[in-house]
Each structure stands twice: as C-alpha cells, then as structure tokens.
C-alpha cells in the first residue's frame, strides 16, 4: 500500500490554509486517515480543522492502545463508530475545557478506517467533500451550508451517529482517495501551455502517474499549474492510498 497526502492553500486565501489533514495506523494492519476544511466565515477556521486533527490522531493513539488489550469491534461500522464517539467525546471535552464558542469549531470531516488484512473499510464525511473508491467518485455538496460536528456536540452521540447518511463500507479495495471540495475548485489563473482539457479530480483520483514517488499528490499539482495553468481557488487537502 502506498500512501500519498497533499495539503494546499487556495488562490483566493493569503492569511492559512484553513485545511488539515491527518494519517496515523492504529495497528500494524489498520489505519484512520481523515481531512478536515475550517469553515472560512466562521472564527479562526484554521484552528478548528487543526484541532479536530490532533483529536483524531489522539483518538488513534489510543485505540492501538485499546485493542492490544481488548477484543476489536467485529465490523468496520463498529470500529468507525468507537473512532468516532472517541473524537465526539474529546470534541466536547475540549469545547468545554477551553471555553470555546461554537463557531470556533467549524470543520468539516471526512475520516477513512482501514483494514489491510480483511481488505475492508469505510469512510464517513460529515460535511461536503470528494471520495473516490476504485475509480468511482462520490461527491457530497451541502451547498455550502455543512451539517458541521460542532453543532451536535450537546447532543447523545448514538443518537447523532445514527442518522449519519454519508458513509461508504467498502472491500477488495485497489485505490482510495479523500479530498475536501478544494479539488473542485480549479480556475484559471495563468495561460494554459495546451488547449487539452483535463478532468482534474479524475487526474488526482485515479490517473497514475508520478506513482513511483510519495511527493505524486504534489508533482500533479505543480503539473496542473504549470502545463494547465490552474490551481485550487479554495484550499485543499487530500490523501490517497494504492495498492
């Protein structure tokens, strides 16, 4: 399996990239990777996709932990669920700790649990965002408005996982990928070298090339603004694995 990550401040941004993104294994034959988009209109976006970050590699650490010691859940919806009522649990805890308002807390998620040995997993995005499983894109637009995490923190989280719609299980996996809906945002913004056209999420979500390298992610991106002349106009943060 290998594994590529890119993480880009949009165009149109010049203070941060209000993006972030995380892959941590919680064992030798499983892994979380997730990628978060802080809401631009809400305070310090930049901060809240950051802080859900080290909450989820906070919530892998210990799962590792945890399952040294203890019977796994028997199915990937299971194991997503205990990911996630770790990260909801720890979400509340620091929103109350820090005394933090709830437009502090404005990030979307996509988060990915993965078993190399079954070949199994699942993903689920609490928000909008681009999946893209075998070759099969997915793509979750709220219309800018994103059923955010923050806003049911008060809420009992069995209750709230229980009408997540957006998640995907999935086995026999080849190639995956998660991106924040900054890969649907490519614009013009220097003279093309080409007249060619180019589906850019199908060039970064299942073109292969610059595979050989762990910076491909990178490589494809300079490539787009260089021979294309386009960038993201919104930040993006995206990884893929291949087998």
């Given at each position: 399996m290998n594994i590529?990550?890119?993480?880009?401040?949009?165009?149109?941004?010049?203070?941060?990239?209000?993006?972030?993104?995380?892959?941590?294994?919680?064992?030798?034959?499983k892994i979380i990777c997730a990628v978060m988009d802080g809401c631009s209109t809400a305070l310090e976006s930049h901060f809240a996709s950051v802080l859900t970050g080290k909450i989820i590699r906070k919530a892998a650490i210990e799962k590792s932990y945890k399952d040294?010691?203890?019977?796994?859940?028997?199915?990937?919806?299971?194991?997503?669920?205990e990911i996630m009522q770790?990260?909801?649990?720890?979400?509340?805890?620091?929103?109350?700790?820090?005394?933090?308002?709830?437009?502090?807390?404005?990030?979307?998620l996509i988060i990915l649990f993965y078993n190399f040995k079954e070949n199994k997993g699942g993903v689920l995005t609490i928000g909008d965002g681009v999946i893209c499983i075998n070759e099969e894109i997915t793509e979750y637009d709220r219309d800018n408005k994103p059923d955010y995490l923050?806003?049911?923190?008060?809420?009992?989280?069995?209750?709230?996982?229980?009408?997540?719609?957006?998640?995907?299980?999935?086995?026999?996996?080849?190639?995956?990928?998660?991106?924040?809906?900054?890969?649907?945002?490519?614009?013009?913004v220097k003279k093309a070298n080409t007249e060619d056209k180019i589906n850019f999420a199908q060039y970064l979500m299942t073109d292969l090339t610059y595979s050989e390298t762990e910076e491909m992610l990178n490589r494809k991106l300079k490539h787009l603004e260089?021979?294309?002349?386009?960038?993201?106009?919104?930040?993006?943060?995206?990884?893929?694995m291949i087998l």
């Open positions: 590529y990550s890119a993480l880009q401040i949009g165009d149109y941004h010049t203070n941060q990239c209000e993006d972030h993104l995380v892959i941590r294994k919680t064992a030798s034959d040294l010691y203890e019977a796994a859940p028997t199915s990937i919806d299971e194991e997503l669920k770790s990260i909801f649990e720890e979400m509340s805890f620091a929103k109350k700790q820090l005394m933090l308002d709830e437009k502090e807390l404005l990030t979307t923050a806003y049911h923190l008060h809420e009992d989280f069995n209750d709230w996982y229980s009408r997540q719609q957006q998640k995907i299980f999935f086995e026999d996996l080849k190639d995956i990928s998660i991106a924040t809906d900054g890969i649907l945002t490519f614009t013009q260089q021979h294309y002349g386009v960038k993201p106009t919104d930040d993006l943060a995206m990884i893929r």
